[in-house]
């Protein structure tokens, strides 16, 4: 299935100067709140991601290196 993009991008095939403009302002461009703008540095997942102070690691992986980056696990299980 075609999405509409892909289908605007058909019509100006014929035109290779319309083609890059319509390519230029149309491109999907990462925000800085995308999902996809913050992933973690070890397994590159999206999903529970931990950035403060500039951590950057997904919780799967934070409670992996979390001791050897200085943190201590307080509760009842520690």
């Known amino acids: ?8 991008l058909k019509v100006h095939s014929a035109n290779p100067a319309k083609r890059a403009r319509f390519i230029k302002f149309n491109k999907h461009k990462m925000q800085p709140h995308d999902r996809r703008a913050h ?8 999903e ?11 919780r799967q992986c934070f ?5 050897d980056l200085g943190f201590k696990k307080y509760g009842k299980e520690a």
């Open 1 to 8: 299935m075609e999405t509409q993009f892909e289908k605007i």
């Open 39 to 46: 992933l973690c540095i070890r397994c590159n997942r999206a």
């Open 48 to 58: 529970g991601h931990i950035k403060i102070h500039g951590l950057n690691y997904c």
């Open 63 to 67: 409670r992996e290196v979390a001791p």
